[in-house]
């Protein structure tokens, strides 16, 4: 059989290596120590950093083919990589994209996708000028390596504007600007392609973000209409293909607030891409036919990619963020009232060490209707994180008795 190898060895790399076992694999991991959550399950696992070369050349020498937990690793290691003739996927000319914002955002320009207007800023002047231009306030972002709410700033007028431009380029950051859109809620199309060419797509979700993470995914997102549905995946299968992305893309949109025209067009504007399996795929475990951890490894593999209908109508998946104070309730005993209280629901921890807002794990519930299992899965997830049942619900999504 093919030996994959994931470089990175956090929760993705993880539920990737559970995925794996029924498709007679054994991923390979690149992980940074023997605490990383795929570190603790996978037999084959390597230690090294992403950013060493002669770490990922030994680990790529092992492999049949190297795939991606995070998109942190330099291009130029892993074009030194395809140069040396081992096969990378997706490769760095596509990855790229995911790895840097303005790339990103001038590729997506020259496709006619629908995007914010935006500008790469290199001084506190183009800033001002795109606020003053676009409106106040704007969405400043470092291209490179933000992730869950970090690397985003709105300032909200110019004094403001100034003062954070020249304190993040004093320090370094490269930084673009991006008009601040008037949305209803963010939407993720994750798909997959396979070098072969096939597609793939699951359901367009809702997602929930708080403070820039997010917290709640709705699959499918409950009222989409059929048209911005459709429209949503045809962006994704369209940066797909005109990028040569090889694995799952998750495609972040915001659905844009109407603007009281009688134009009936799909609202939608591509936030962010992610080249790699992503929370927004995560309730797929359970609630798809082919999971998009399986998906992923079928891609990178050429395989004739699988089946993604739903099993149930409705799929919540709610993260489970580390609470302002960790608990004394052991997590084992959280889990023992959990399942008491919810035989249903499907719970997935990542071997993670609790802090405050840190991803330690998510749960998902499969049901009729996202409104009603949403608060069950909401209450499930802070009951994992906090050891405390919230008021305000019953375990069937109501009011409390």
Same mark, same amino acid.
């Given at each position: 059989m093919p030996v994959v190898g994931m470089i990175g060895g956090g929760q993705l790399a993880r539920m990737t290596h559970q995925a794996a076992i029924p498709l007679g694999q054994s991923l390979r991991v690149l992980a940074v120590s023997p605490d990383d959550p795929a570190a603790l399950v996978a037999p084959g696992v390597s230690y090294g950093s992403h950013t060493d070369p002669e770490a990922l050349r030994g680990f790529a020498s092992e492999c049949d083919v190297v795939t991606f937990d995070h998109?942190?690793? +330099?291009?130029?290691?892993? @074009?030194? $990589?395809?140069?040396?003739?081992?096969?990378?996927?997706?490769?760095?000319?596509?990855?790229?994209?995911? *790895?840097? #914002? $303005?790339?990103?955002?001038?590729?997506? @320009?020259?496709?006619?996708?629908?995007?914010?207007?935006?500008?790469?800023? *290199?001084?506190?002047?183009?800033?001002? @000028?795109? &606020?003053?231009?676009?409106?106040?306030?704007?969405?400043? #972002?470092?291209?490179?390596?933000?992730?869950?709410?970090? &690397?985003?700033?709105?300032?909200?007028d110019a004094d403001e504007a100034r003062k954070l431009a020249e304190e993040l380029l004093a320090a370094g950051t490269p930084l673009m600007v991006e008009q601040k859109v008037r949305m209803r809620r963010e939407l993720a199309a994750v798909v997959a392609r396979s +070098?072969?060419?096939?597609?793939?797509?699951? +359901?367009?979700?809702?997602?929930?973000?708080?403070?820039?993470?997010?917290?709640?995914?709705?699959?499918?997102?409950?009222?989409?209409?059929?048209?911005?549905?459709a429209h949503a995946q045809q962006i994704a299968f369209r940066i797909a293909e005109e990028l040569g992305v090889v694995g799952v893309l998750a495609v972040e949109l915001f659905e844009l607030a109407s603007d009281g025209e009688t134009d009936t067009a799909p609202r939608l504007a591509i936030n962010e891409l992610a080249m790699r399996p992503h929370n927004s795929g995560h309730w797929t475990i359970e609630g798809a036919r082919t999971s998009q951890f399986e998906q992923h490894l079928r891609a990178v593999l050429d395989y004739p990619l699988g089946n993604t209908d739903l099993v149930a109508p409705a799929a919540v998946m709610a993260n489970v963020l580390g609470a302002?104070? *960790?608990?004394?309730?052991?997590?084992?005993?959280r889990l023992h009232h959990l399942y008491a209280r919810f035989p249903d629901v499907r719970v997935h921890l990542y071997g993670k060490s609790e802090r405050p807002g840190r991803k330690v794990g998510h749960v998902t519930m499969l049901g009729e209707d996202v409104e009603l299992i949403a608060p069950?899965?909401?209450?499930?997830?802070?009951?994992?994180?906090?050891?405390?049942?919230?008021?305000?619900?019953?375990?069937?999504g109501g009011q409390q008795r």
């Open positions: 998109e942190q690793v +330099p291009g130029e290691y892993l @074009r030194a $990589l395809e140069a040396e003739g081992f096969t990378v996927r997706p490769g760095s000319a596509a990855l790229i994209h995911a *790895q840097d #914002k $303005l790339v990103m955002r001038t590729r997506l @320009r020259e496709l006619g996708l629908p995007a914010p207007a935006f500008s790469e800023v *290199q001084t506190p002047d183009d800033l001002i @000028r795109f &606020g003053e231009e676009h409106g106040f306030p704007c969405v400043v #972002k470092a291209t490179r390596g933000g992730y869950d709410g970090r &690397g985003v700033w709105m300032p909200a +070098p072969f060419g096939q597609g793939a797509a699951w +359901p367009v979700v809702e997602t929930v973000q708080q403070d820039g993470i997010c917290v709640e995914v709705h699959a499918p997102a409950p009222g989409l209409d059929s048209a911005t549905a302002p104070e *960790q608990p004394t309730m052991s997590v084992d005993e069950r899965a909401r209450l499930a997830a802070h009951w994992l994180s906090h050891a405390v049942w919230t008021d305000g619900y019953d375990i069937h």
